[in-house]
């Protein structure tokens, strides 16, 4: 389930923006890297090219966002509850209420243990038992939305990018989750209003190229909405674009899988997939190429 975040229009102009940890200047001109980078390396640090031929009719969309939340477990929750597998079954230790609430609207979160490792837990469907009202946690939310929280079943991973649960890992500011109904689970989309827009990333700026991925969904997601994956709670992403608004739409193209941006995104998948470790391993994923 993913969170409907309400985000201001901010003015991004002047140096207070670049000061913000959340997302650079509206548009910004990063000069290319000295050495050419391999096209996955292109896709890792966003800096792949506009496309070079018409893409076609437009879908005329609207986003918000979602992250993953983190947290830690000191002691066993006995006022919440656990988070239940496919099977029905715990596959976690008990969440207290509000954590467990996160997780349900969220689709994701990372659970740490006392002796600091980490498990993750992924949404899949919402299938389940109910379990927990939320209801007050989600506030403006239809009832459809609030009802399908409580039923939610998760998978766990162990992956910091869910690689050993799936086959597109979650990446920040590249990932988005939709109706698979309406774009299918692969899809690459270009969004031109997203293009040149700035944004911090591990204490890095980067300039968005303009391309997503769809690689995730969530019982809140229908239709046109799509829901951009960020690095945390604080990175209210792209105002200009991303106004959790259905009012508010922007156009964006499916690539075809033959382009060659295309073709990058899904190199630099597999980089940042690869050697996936088994159950209860941890591994770090590559990280970019600092330019």
Request: hydrophobic fraction near 40%.
């Amino acid at each position: 389930m993913k969170r409907f975040l309400l985000v201001s229009l901010l003015s991004l102009a002047g140096a207070a923006a670049f000061a913000s940890p959340a997302y650079g200047p509206g548009h910004i001109r990063r000069p290319p890297p000295a050495n050419p980078l391999e096209p996955s390396g292109m896709a890792l640090n966003f800096l792949l090219n506009a496309p070079a031929k018409d893409l076609g009719k437009p879908m005329n969309l609207w986003a918000t966002y979602y992250h993953m939340p983190t947290i830690e477990l000191s002691e066993t929750k006995t006022s919440g509850a656990p988070l239940l597998g496919k099977n029905g079954k715990p596959i976690s230790p008990n969440l207290s209420v509000r954590d467990w609430c996160d997780a349900a609207m969220q689709g994701s979160i990372q659970v740490q243990n006392a002796d600091g490792v980490s498990t993750g837990y992924m949404f899949v469907d919402a299938n389940g038992p109910e379990q927990l009202n939320c209801d007050a946690h989600f506030g403006d939310l239809s009832d459809s939305i609030k009802s399908a929280t409580r039923h939610a079943r998760f998978v766990a991973f162990h992956h910091p990018r869910a690689c050993d649960v799936r086959s597109i890992p979650l990446m920040a500011f590249r990932t988005i989750a939709v109706d698979a109904d309406r774009i299918p689970m692969g899809t690459v989309l270009y969004v031109p209003s997203l293009r040149g827009q700035g944004f911090w990333m591990e204490g890095q700026l980067y300039e968005h190229d303009g391309y997503v991925v769809a690689s995730d969904r969530g019982g809140a997601i229908n239709g046109n909405h799509i829901d951009l994956f960020v690095s945390d709670a604080a990175s209210a992403p792209f105002p200009e674009v991303v106004s959790s608004s259905p009012r508010d739409t922007f156009k964006a193209f499916v690539v075809p899988d033959s382009d060659p941006a295309a073709q990058a995104l899904k190199a630099s998948q597999e980089v940042t997939c690869r050697d996936v470790p088994g159950p209860g391993r941890r591994r770090h994923a590559p990280q970019p190429k600092k330019i």
